[in-house]
């Protein structure tokens, strides 16, 4: 059920807002498949997975926004799809991760840098709405 009380159980709203953020992404891939296949092309991946990226990321984030009967384990299905995402990141590319640390601290206003902020209103917000 999308409707729940978040003062009750604030952990649903960051499930909530994860679940937007993968039918987010898997619809913008959509309305951009250059890109979600130059995506794969710079982490040395087949271009044929986008359309399992976009399948994957619809329907996994549909469950949890929905909270299916399986929500935990499509939930840990996306905890290991990022662990391995985060991993072969770092393997392409870890020069350049490490010669640009400075900017996580830096506020530069573009799309990243603004969700990227955005989550952590929400981590804090739900913090703040933990009962003791």
Do not use: Q
Request: proline share 4%.
């Amino acid at each position: 059920m999308i409707l729940v009380n978040f003062k009750k159980n604030p952990e649903n709203l960051l499930r909530l807002c994860i679940a937007l953020v993968f039918i987010s992404a898997g619809t913008y891939r959509i309305f951009n498949p250059e890109a979600a296949m130059l995506e794969l092309n710079n982490l040395y991946l087949p271009t044929f997975l986008s359309w399992f990226l976009i399948f994957f990321e619809i329907i996994g984030g549909g469950y949890l926004l929905f909270k299916g009967k399986y929500w935990r384990k499509v939930a840990l299905v996306f905890v290991l799809f990022l662990f391995l995402a985060l991993i072969n990141a770092w393997r392409v590319n870890w020069r350049y991760l490490l010669d640009n640390i400075g900017e996580l601290f830096i506020f530069n206003i573009t799309p990243t840098d603004f969700f990227l902020h955005f989550v952590f209103l929400i981590i804090l917000l739900s913090f703040f709405l933990k009962p003791d």
